[in-house]
T-cell receptor
């Protein structure tokens, strides 16, 4: 596609519920990144894939967070047993060259945990 | 790890005037410094970036300068227009390393007509 597509755009979850957030990167892009953006803050790194390999997951806040990219294209970020502090915008970005330059971000998924 | 500080947090300028946003970084190994513009309800959009082997880069009304010795870099917007109003983020990364971007806290720029 022309850009990075994320779905859903908005998600309201009850505390304790599991959620799955989807990212469709730009076709052919090797690198895929997930970031978390709290209200009024800059994005914070969660995890990074090069093709299907998850090369860095150092930013995942707890073992409730899990990301996958099984075929090297679409990625899913899963959050188990959501808590109020998980409320944020989750941004996905992709980069074509596998070198980390020139990310293109999607519009994000706004998660609200009530 | 890397830490990026960004100032000011808010900036208001008259249309046509210039705006300057400054960032400092802590890790001397960082070698890639992009700037992003984020409008309400949208993801960050890359507007300009600079690599550590150059000191300045310009693209029409936007320029970025980098001082590696002092570990700071700045965004300059000239002849500001109302559509420049947005939140701007600086970031730093060590390419060939972790490839993750470390972002500043953002600057809300308002252009007054």
């Amino acid at each position: 596609g022309a850009g990075v597509s994320q779905s859903p755009r908005y998600k309201v979850a009850k505390r304790g519920q599991d959620v799955a957030l989807r990212c469709d990167p730009i076709s052919g892009h090797v690198s895929l990144f997930w970031y978390q953006q709290a209200l009024g803050q800059g994005p914070e790194f969660l995890t990074y894939f090069q093709n299907e390999a998850q090369l860095d997951k150092s930013g995942l806040p707890s073992d409730r967070f899990f990301a996958e990219r099984p075929e090297g294209s679409v990625s899913t970020l899963k959050i188990q047993r959501t808590q109020q502090e998980d409320s944020a915008v989750y941004l996905c970005a992709s980069s074509g060259g596998g070198d980390g330059y020139g990310y293109t971000f999607g519009s994000g998924t706004r998660l609200t945990v009530v | 790890g890397e830490n990026v500080e960004q100032h000011p947090s808010t900036l208001s300028v008259q249309e046509g005037d210039s705006a300057v946003i400054k960032c400092t970084y802590s890790d001397s190994a960082s070698n890639y410094f992009p700037w992003y513009k984020q409008e309400l309800g949208k993801g960050p959009q890359l507007i300009i970036d600079i690599r550590s082997n150059v000191g300045e880069k310009k693209d029409q009304r936007i320029a970025v300068t980098l001082n590696k010795t002092a570990k700071h870099f700045s965004l300059h917007i000239t002849e500001t227009q109302p559509e420049d109003s947005a939140v701007y983020f600086c970031a730093a990364s060590f390419i060939q390393g972790a490839q993750k971007l470390v972002f500043g806290q953002g600057t809300r720029l308002t252009i007054n007509p």
